[in-house]
């Protein structure tokens, strides 16, 4: 089963920087489309960036412009580039596939406000 450690989240004022990474394990995550969640308090959990295996993204109509996702499929890990953070960018952020997300890391936290 694949495991999901999500880490670089933290405080930040609007219009800083994070970068996230996630590391998966397991043999496969270099075939898998992955992407980048986030769950906002008393919200659904919405998908902002994807990546397929061969490197196709797509990003949230939210985050165009601003985020940046890549992959690196020898350190069998996923990174978000946030840029223009804005006060509604606050948020649990998760990684996990994006045909069959399987079992749920514990996320990292990030909080834009000044």
């Known amino acids: 089963q694949v495991q999901l450690v999500e880490s670089g989240g933290g405080l930040v004022q609007p219009g800083g920087s994070l970068r996230l990474s996630c590391a998966a394990s397991?043999?496969?995550?270099?075939?898998?489309?992955m992407g980048w969640y986030r769950q906002a308090p008393g919200k659904q959990r919405e998908l902002v960036a994807t990546?397929?295996?061969?490197?196709?993204?797509n990003y949230a109509d939210s985050v165009k412009g601003r985020f940046t996702i890549s992959r690196d499929n020898a350190k069998n890990t996923v990174y978000l580039q946030m840029n223009s953070l804005k006060p509604e960018d606050t948020a649990v952020y998760y990684c996990?596939?994006?045909?069959?997300?399987?079992?749920w890391g514990q996320g990292t936290q990030v909080t834009v406000s000044s």
């Open positions: 990546i397929t295996s061969g490197g196709r993204i």
């Open positions: 996990n596939g994006v045909v069959m997300p399987g079992s």
């Open positions: 397991g043999s496969i995550f270099s075939r898998v489309a």
